[in-house]
């Protein structure tokens, strides 16, 4: 399968850290990835360089095999974008802005902005600053779907809308699936794209650190558990064990988290009296945060 | 909290101001023996030539008082000027706080942090009101301080004084403004409002000077009262009373906005006509309008346009009809009459309306080039541009598109005012000629031009500063053409002003070589905004 987004070592270096640095990604045609990473991680400025609306201090980012920067009009008539923020298009009435960037990319499909506008019950008559937070996002999406590209970028398209009006968005971006398009999501919020992607990218400190299909997280499990001894805690033998960190003793019960195999813990537990023991499954979101925890940068990708 | 974002949103003008207020009042000073003569009779003879020419320009410049000392000559010659275009400043400030913050979604958060109305009024205007006094001293402080270069007094007191009288009358026009910006639902209509009643009670106060039946018009003008202290000439007078009767004014109006402001929606006109239910809007707009950049810019714009069109047809129109007037006015004293003795009435009059009309076209259109810049810069930095390069249009095209829509809009102010002043000449006595005042009228386009091609080349590449950079190239330029004859610099340095490369086409013969210049000064500012466009990064961020 093609890549439908490529970059190689793509960077911006505004200087004293800030930034992004060497990303090498690909998203596969038809592919729907989700951007992860806390503020300032670099997501926008990846999305920026995508759109070239910023020039790279060295790389290259490709759409559909075409230079973001250099065949910049051309790669734009294939994507829908949704900026984090609309900006302000004051008096203009939603109808307006629907039908100006509609002419700008050639004609309006009137039945799709119909059908979009129904579904996400926007009222276009009104003018833009009488939107409220929710309503400029759902003008947001519709300017990005309403003419079926063929990739699409989305800023956070989610934040600031109700869960109806986001998973009428989740619809849209599988329908666009479906229909063979590319979605490129980022987020801060990774309950927000597990709804719809099948691989997502971490990013931290303008570094990726991480690309991994959402069933690989779940693997990556770290267990939090609980040891309850007859007598007086033990942590003694649950030190210097493989994956084993955060280790806690009051009176008869010991915690930690276990990374990795378990079979560690279960040697080290034999032959002593254990009133109780409670691994806790980890949620996607715990495996998501550990990325967002100061680590070295290495982490494997 | 509020108070320090309020001051750091002045400090550009407060900076632009002051540097610039400074240095101009000081090369004048410097300039002050070339033009006056360094003995006292040459500098008494030089007074009494400004004096009699003087009462021409009555109708936008007060007489001056003392003009043989560098207090009354800075005073006419420069304080005058600066006082117009620190009104201008001081009227895009008031509907900027009034209406701009609130399109820029600062007035929502403000509010949302829990800053009250009243206080973020009161916060914004003590902020301007405090810039606009530190720029008028800076502006007298040139003179205090070259003073002893020429050997005259520096009338410290004086000059201060005259800054506090200017700072009470500019703060009047910030609250005209700001509170006119409370009525109209719209930014732009409230700019077109607020700058035209600054720009309308300028004319009032021109009629009321130089007409005596008219006289009494003048109390409704803060230029009226600001004019009554004349205290930068050594000998002047400093009015306690009009000044402070301008503060009180200020305060009042500033008073009024704070309820007008408290009764309205955030984002709506003081005013509203009863809300009617209608469906859900569902189809996008078949506006032809909106299919390009430039077109959809004047769609959006157009209540702002159609104002900025009809105010200088009537502008235009109400010139021509006071023109023989003020000229007829003027010719009553016989030493004025002297001086012009050997001219014939026609080239009197068109002279005339040279100044008070053509003078005021020219610096309207630099307006409007600043007002255009600013809505750019506002473009670009909410996100605007990055919205639109977000569709398949390029950089190129954004900057072509903006030359466009800035040539037609111009375009339609020039058409504006020529037909205003061509359908009063026939019945206004004035017995011009008709293709001269077509030529002065249509040589406006090119000048708006000018100044439009080096605002889209700012505004491409630096658009944060591009509004104070262009403000200040358009003051720079406009003393610059005064300036150089002083100084005795070459022609070519005279040259470099758009205003002086305009000249004065009504009374002259007339010439394409201006319209040549300053059709070239335009692709070279659209030149260079292609290039530089290509460079920059493009982010709201």
Known sequence: MTAAIKTQSLTKDYGGGRGLFALDLEVSEGEVFGYLGPNGAGKSTTIRLLMGMIHPSRGAASILGLDSMRRSVEVKRLIGYMPGELPQFGGLRGRDIAGHFGALRGGVDQARVKEITERLDLDLGLKFRQYSTGNKRKLGILLAFMHRPKVLILDEPSSGLDPLNQQELFKLVREAKAAGATVFLSSHVLSEVEHVCERVGIIRRGRLVRVARLDELHEMRVRRVEVEFAGDAQPQLFEGLPGIENLESNRHRVTFTARGSFEPVADALAGNHVVNLASHEPTLEDVFLTYYEDQPDEVPA | ?541
Request: proline share 4%; with cysteine; aromatic share 10%.
């Open chain 2, 1 to 541: 909290m509020i108070g320090w974002s309020a001051w750091r949103l002045h400090r550009r003008g407060l900076i632009g101001f002051s540097v610039g207020g400074f240095l101009i009042s000081f090369f004048y000073g410097a300039a002050f023996q070339q033009a006056a003569g360094t003995s006292a009779s040459s500098q008494a003879a030089f007074g009494r030539s400004i004096s009699l020419v003087a009462k021409q320009f009555a109708f936008l410049i007060p007489l001056p008082v003392h003009p043989e000392t560098l207090g009354g000559y800075e005073q006419y010659k420069w304080l005058s000027g600066a006082i117009v275009v620190m009104m201008l400043w001081a009227g895009l400030a008031g509907v900027g706080i009034g209406r701009g913050d609130e399109d820029r979604g600062l007035t929502a958060e403000w509010i949302a942090s829990g800053v009250s109305r009243t206080r973020l009024v009161l916060a914004r205007s003590a902020a301007f009101g405090l810039v606009l006094l530190i720029a008028c001293i800076a502006s007298v402080l040139g003179i205090v301080a070259i003073a002893p270069a020429v050997h005259q007094d520096p009338n410290v007191a004086g000059e201060i004084l005259k800054a506090l009288s200017m700072a009470a009358g500019l703060f009047a026009g910030y609250a005209i403004a700001l509170l006119i910006s409370q009525v109209p639902a719209e930014r732009q209509t409230a700019t077109a409002l607020g700058v035209g009643a600054l720009v309308l009670l300028l004319m009032v106060n021109g009629i009321a000077d130089t007409i005596d039946s008219a006289s009494w018009i003048g109390v409704v003008s803060p230029f009226h009262w600001m004019e009554r202290t004349s205290s930068a000439a050594p000998g002047g007078t400093f009015d306690l009373g009009a000044t402070v009767g301008l503060a009180v004014a200020a305060a009042a109006l500033i008073g009024a906005a704070i309820p007008a402001f408290r009764l309205r929606d955030l984002g709506s006109g003081l005013f509203t006509w009863g809300r009617r239910t209608r469906a859900s809007v569902r189809v996008a707009s078949r506006n032809l309008m909106l299919h390009l950049p430039s077109t959809e810019g004047l769609w959006e714009q157009r209540v702002g346009l159609a104002v900025w069109v009809f105010a200088t047809l009537l502008l235009g129109a109400l010139m021509v009809s006071v023109t023989k007037s003020v000229a007829d006015a003027l010719f009553t004293d016989p030493a004025l009459a002297a001086v012009f003795q050997n001219a014939k009435p026609g080239p009197v009059y068109a002279s005339l309306l040279g100044f008070i009309w053509f003078g005021i076209a020219l610096l309207l259109l630099a307006g409007y080039a600043v007002v255009q810049v600013s809505r750019w810069s506002a473009q670009d930095q909410d996100g605007r541009v990055e919205m639109l390069l977000s569709a398949p249009v390029s950089r190129t095209r954004v900057v072509i598109e903006r030359a466009l829509e800035f040539a037609v809009a111009s375009l339609l102010i020039v058409l504006g005012g020529y037909i205003g002043v061509a359908a009063k000449l026939p019945t206004a006595g004035l017995n011009l000629d008709a293709g001269h005042v077509f030529t002065a009228s249509a040589l406006l386009w090119p000048f708006a031009l000018a100044f439009g091609g080096l605002g889209v080349a700012v505004a491409s590449r630096w658009p944060r500063i591009a509004v104070p950079l262009l403000a200040a190239f358009a003051v720079v330029e406009y003393f610059l053409g005064d300036l150089a004859p002083l100084f005795r610099l070459p022609d070519w340095v005279a040259n470099l002003s758009v205003f002086h490369l305009y000249g004065t086409p009504v009374t002259g013969s007339i010439s394409w070589t201006p319209a040549l210049s300053m059709t070239l000064v335009f692709l070279v500012g659209f030149g260079a905004a292609l290039v530089l466009v290509r460079r920059r990064d493009v982010s709201s961020a």
